[in-house]
């Protein structure tokens, strides 16, 4: 793994780019892609052993279970997120400490199983309500209190499909590294 340059590790299908223009054929594609995320990620995780779960997918980075068991906290967030800003005239959101959640006992040693469901249902519940967004819910947005930044949910639901492919990318790739079938 010494010999893969770190960047491509880290960001395996590239960092995320929004489109100049947020067409009705983007969302649609990006709210099927959200809706998926939870049987790829089973799929690819099925026969994985402890060791494998355990393994980072990069130098000093997240194991396999961290990942998995982030990808649930990441987009629980998002889910809050979508319902503040859907009943609330743009909230700052709560963040959180991505790398110290995923360092407590849960994300280091918890089985995948139930966070896999947990995804199933929060994938079905989000791509549910982002299929049944308006244009005008589309604009409606939050602010983020790291950056003082205004996203909007049409922003979010383009990021959160990269994050959800991102993550996946990252045990893929980890898998034909390994030669893991």
């Not at 223009?21 to 983007?26: A, D, G, L, Q, W």
């Not at 052993?49 to 068991?69: A, F, K």
Request: aromatic share 10%; proline share 6%; net charge negative.
């Amino acid at each position: 793994m010494e010999n893969l340059d770190l960047e491509k590790l880290k960001y395996p299908i590239g960092k995320f780019n929004a489109p100049n223009e947020y067409s009705s054929e983007y969302i649609s594609d990006k709210i099927r892609e959200i809706a998926a995320l939870p049987e790829k990620l089973r799929n690819e995780t099925f026969d994985l052993n402890e060791e494998q779960l355990d393994t980072p997918y990069r130098p000093d980075g997240w194991t396999v279970r961290q990942v998995i068991h982030h990808c649930a906290e990441s987009h629980m967030n998002c889910y809050i997120r979508l319902k503040w800003a859907l009943t609330e005239n743009n909230p700052i959101i709560k963040p959180y400490d991505e790398k110290l959640w995923s360092e407590m006992p849960d994300s280091l040693s918890m089985p995948i199983a139930p966070t896999l469901s947990l995804l199933e249902g929060l994938h079905f519940r989000l791509s549910y309500i982002m299929k049944n967004l308006s244009e005008n819910d589309l604009e409606k947005s939050f602010i983020h209190p790291e950056n003082n930044s205004e996203y909007r949910i049409k922003q979010i639901i383009g990021m959160y499909a990269w994050h959800g492919n991102h993550h996946l990318a990252h045990i893929t790739n980890l898998k034909k590294h390994k030669n893991w079938k």
